[in-house]
């Protein structure tokens, strides 16, 4: 094999072990690249100095594109613009996840992460980001997802536009296409309370399931949030007061503050309440507290010390703890009444 010992070398070419490397110097930088599946022979040698002069001529007259040369190069992300890197839409993804998973909250992190993995990744994982382009994605969306409600598909929109503007802030495209893409409009359902009459009919609905009856019976006349009612502690409650702590809410198994600062909240208790919280007290009122951590709005989390949510245990935990309780309230909610 030939060795540098037994070539005269060009200046900007170096022999390493059985490759070849070649020098210059680009935006202020030392730039080093090897030119793969080039044996150190006197030909290649020529070849990687006339690639060098190619390489100045083009730094010289502002036309040399990094990735073009060298588009596995760590340093083409660099210096180049939509050649940068040969990323896919699938990479992309999980690399905006994974910084999604320290700024967002549980429950929404865990949202994007559902519908990339059942939408995006499946139609574009593949493909380049740089191959994405404005008709692709508004033609996906207009025709592919129109089965899913206007809500679903903004949320999936999320997703492209997280990836697209990175990939646009990182030089890996010139152009984000879906910034020209705006959101479908969302109708809002009108509210539908319960009647006082449609209430009365399903406080006394004959059942063995008393907890279930007292949540309930109590979420009437507090209109918690279903999160919010799930992570209720005894410690939030001042039955002397009167008053309950809205402090916490339960979403996807963790505990978090709620969702925004006006619903920390005390709310003043009407009697039916405080009746259905003194019929609980004989079934989980004497139950020991735990430590629960709670995820704060910044993502850091902190413990709330001998915190027990009080519809845990509406239904003993033998038979499915509150996923029945949680399931049972939906049934009979309406919009109105809760989230």
């Known amino acids: 094999m030939a060795t540098s010992k037994q070539h005269k070398l060009p200046a900007g070419v170096e022999v390493r072990a059985n490759s070849i490397r070649i020098k210059f110097s680009y935006r202020g930088q030392w730039c080093r690249e090897t030119l793969k599946n080039l044996d150190v022979t006197t030909g290649n040698i020529n070849f990687a100095k006339g690639k060098l002069a190619s390489i100045k001529h083009e730094i010289a007259t502002n036309g040399f594109d990094y990735a073009s040369h060298f588009p596995e190069s760590k340093r083409a992300l660099v210096f180049s613009g939509p050649k940068a890197t040969r990323k896919t839409v699938?990479?992309?993804?999980?690399?905006?996840?994974?910084?999604?998973?320290?700024?967002?909250?549980?429950?929404?992190?865990?949202?994007?992460?559902?519908?990339?993995?059942?939408?995006?990744?499946?139609?574009?994982?593949?493909?380049?980001?740089?191959?994405?382009?404005?008709?692709?994605?508004?033609?996906?969306?207009?025709?592919?997802?129109?089965?899913?409600?206007?809500?679903?598909?903004?949320?999936?929109?999320?997703?492209?536009?997280?990836?697209?503007?990175?990939?646009?802030?990182?030089?890996?495209?010139?152009?984000?296409?879906?910034?020209?893409?705006?959101?479908?409009?969302?109708?809002?359902?009108?509210?539908?309370?319960?009647?006082?009459?449609?209430?009365?009919s399903i406080l006394n609905t004959h059942t063995n399931r008393i907890q279930?009856?007292?949540?309930?019976?109590?979420?009437?006349?507090?209109?918690?949030?279903?999160?919010?009612?799930?992570?209720?502690?005894?410690?939030?409650?001042?039955?002397?007061?009167?008053?309950?702590?809205?402090?916490?809410?339960?979403?996807?198994?963790?505990?978090?503050?709620?969702?925004?600062?006006?619903?920390?909240?005390?709310?003043?208790?009407?009697?039916?309440?405080?009746?259905?919280?003194?019929?609980?007290?004989?079934?989980?009122?004497?139950?020991?507290?735990?430590d629960v951590e709670v995820i704060q709005r910044d993502n850091k989390k902190f413990f709330c010390i001998n915190c027990f949510a009080i519809s845990d245990y509406f239904i003993p935990p033998s038979r499915l703890g509150f996923s029945i309780i949680y399931a049972s309230c939906m049934m009979i909610a309406r919009e109105g009444v809760t989230d």
């Open 90 to 200: 699938e990479v992309a993804i999980d690399e905006w996840l994974e910084i999604k998973k320290t700024k967002v909250a549980h429950s929404t992190y865990s949202g994007y992460k559902s519908k990339a993995n059942a939408h995006v990744k499946p139609k574009f994982g593949d493909l380049l980001l740089q191959d994405l382009n404005f008709t692709m994605i508004e033609h996906w969306r207009t025709s592919e997802l129109l089965s899913l409600k206007n809500k679903t598909i903004n949320e999936i929109m999320i997703v492209m536009r997280g990836i697209l503007k990175a990939a646009k802030a990182d030089r890996i495209i010139d152009y984000n296409p879906s910034s020209d893409i705006e959101n479908l409009v969302v109708e809002h359902v009108v509210p539908d309370p319960f009647t006082r009459s449609e209430i009365n």
């Open 212 to 290: 279930e009856l007292n949540m309930i019976s109590f979420n009437f006349w507090t209109g918690l949030r279903i999160s919010e009612l799930i992570a209720l502690s005894w410690k939030d409650v001042d039955l002397k007061k009167g008053i309950i702590k809205v402090r916490r809410a339960k979403v996807k198994s963790k505990y978090k503050i709620p969702k925004t600062r006006d619903s920390v909240r005390d709310i003043e208790l009407l009697q039916p309440a405080i009746e259905a919280l003194k019929e609980q007290m004989r079934y989980s009122y004497n139950i020991p507290a735990v």
